[in-house]
């Protein structure tokens, strides 16, 4: 399993907003605009990742997006239908 997932990604962006919200301790602007451009970096590769599997038609290769723990997406209240998987 890889070590960083895309849910990590988030949990890191989710952290670093609380940390500027934190009234007592702000995390420096300097700090979380450094996270945020590490974190737009890794999105851009992400996503050069998909336009090449789709251009290839490979499935995804790594574990970054953590298919197996993402949620399904949520529709009028109800998960939509997952496409049976290739192995």
Known sequence: M???????????????????K???EPMAIDRAKAVS???QTIINTAKVE????EATGQENSGDFFDEKKQRPA???GAALAQPPRRQ
């Open 2 to 20: 890889a070590k960083n997932t895309l849910a990590d990604l988030r949990n890191h962006l989710f952290e670093t907003l609380e940390a500027l």
């Open 22 to 24: 934190d009234k007592d």
């Open 37 to 39: 451009e590490v974190a």
């Open 50 to 53: 998909i336009q090449y599997l």
């Open 74 to 76: 949520l529709t009028n």
